[in-house]
Structure formats: structure tokens, C-alpha cells
């Protein structure tokens, strides 16, 4: 199986620069995904990282270590319309073929002004 | 192509009752999954699809549940005999084989009274 965590709920300042971590267990580990969710409405794909090092994409980067199963977000420049919860979610090869995604709790980001 | 599409958006029903959601995917994408979400957590993996053959069910399931994809186009999940506890957001998503994100379908909001 899969343990994935990350924090709960973060508060960071508009113009700042906040990073959301992820540690996660696996075998079989095969690649890492950030989704962004706003309240109410439907994850959307962010990021994904498969190799060690760090992904960057406009204002998000996102950072894997699969070593120390360890990955974080990385969000600059905040913005109030970043408020959202950030989800971690690894892949896993299994047998058959099928790569099952996991999703962690999600860390819900509050940016106040 | 407008992306993911969920019907209905929102379902309110007596417990007891049978429910049927339908999802269609993104026309080039073979590969659809169901997940189900609850309030502050992140979305459960119930079932995917591999063109219409339904290659993995989660363990989480129980026998009220059924998933079809005929044709390898549209996808259906209905619920027997809801519970309250089936209360939760399901979520469609798809994407291609050896693709790396999934695309959302804004979701189903089920309510059992």
C-alpha cells in the first residue's frame, strides 16, 4: 500500500513564497503529482515529477527526492487566488500494468492579503 | 473537445435508492477512473477503465456499486440501495495510456437523506 502525508493547512502572505512538503511510502514508486483544488470544484494537474530534482513551471516548481521519499511545492509570488488545497500523488507500478494513483489528504492554503 | 464531462452535477436522494452517474471523457483519452471524495480528504480510487475492459476495482467498493464503460466511450457507475455514508463528491477522470496527468470532470455531488 501507499502512505502519503502532508500538512493539513498553511497560511502564507500575498507576494510571498510558500512551500507545501510530501513524504510519501511505496513500492514501486513511479512518479509524483501535484493537483491543485479549489473549494468546491475539481483537481487540476499541476506538476509531475519522476526523476530527483526540481521541476519549475511559471510560478510553481516542484521538487523530488525519491530517495528520502520526500517532494514539495513551491508556489511564488502568491496570489489571493492560490487559495486552494494542494493534493500529493504518487503512482505506483503494479503487476498488469496498471500504474495506480494515490492521493494524499490535500494541505488546504490559505493566502491572506 | 471541452474536457471531462459529468452528469448530473448534483444528486439528492432517499436512502435505499438506486443511483446512476455518467461521465464522458476526453474522446482521445482510453483510460478512465473513477474516485470518490469526501469533505477535507483527498479523492478515493474505486475503479479504472482501460477502453471499455474494467481492469481494477478498489477494495473499497462493496458489491452496491457497478462501473461500465461500453464502447470504451462513456462511462456509468450506479449505486444500489444508497447509504448515507455513499454521501461524497464522485469524480471522473481520464487520460491516455502512458499519459501522466489526469483531467477531472468537475464531479457528481451525491446526497443521501
Known amino acids: 500500500g501507499q502512505n502519503i502525508d502532508q500538512p493539513t493547512e498553511m497560511t502564507a502572505t500575498e507576494g510571498a513564497i510558500v512551500q507545501i512538503n510530501c513524504t510519501y511510502q511505496?513500492?514501486?514508486?513511479?512518479?509524483l503529482f501535484w493537483y491543485q483544488q479549489h473549494a468546491g470544484e475539481a483537481p487540476t494537474f499541476l506538476s509531475y515529477n519522476v526523476l530527483d530534482g526540481l521541476e519549475e513551471k511559471g510560478r510553481f516548481s516542484s521538487f523530488l527526492s525519491r530517495s528520502k521519499g520526500y517532494s514539495y511545492l513551491l508556489l511564488k509570488e502568491l496570489q489571493m487566488k492560490d487559495s486552494a488545497s494542494y493534493l500529493c500523488a504518487v503512482r505506483d507500478s503494479r503487476s498488469g500494468g496498471y500504474q495506480k494513483v494515490t492521493f494524499g489528504t490535500g494541505t488546504k492554503l490559505q493566502v491572506i492579503p | 473537445d471541452t474536457g471531462v464531462s459529468q452528469n448530473p452535477r448534483h444528486k439528492i436522494t432517499k436512502r435505499g435508492q438506486n443511483v446512476t452517474f455518467r461521465c464522458d471523457p476526453i474522446s482521445e483519452h482510453n483510460r478512465l477512473y473513477w474516485y470518490r471524495q469526501t469533505l477535507g480528504q483527498g479523492p478515493e480510487f474505486l475503479t479504472y477503465?482501460?477502453?471499455?475492459?474494467?481492469?481494477?476495482k478498489s477494495r473499497l467498493l462493496s458489491d452496491r456499486f457497478s462501473a461500465e464503460r461500453p464502447k470504451g466511450s462513456f462511462s456509468t457507475l450506479e449505486i444500489q440501495r444508497t447509504e448515507q455514508g455513499d454521501s461524497a463528491m464522485y469524480l471522473c477522470a481520464s487520460s491516455f495510456q502512458g499519459g501522466y496527468g489526469y483531467t477531472f470532470g468537475s464531479g457528481t455531488r451525491l446526497t443521501v437523506v
Open positions: 511505496t513500492s514501486g514508486f513511479n512518479g
Open positions: 477503465f482501460q477502453n471499455e475492459a474494467q481492469l481494477e
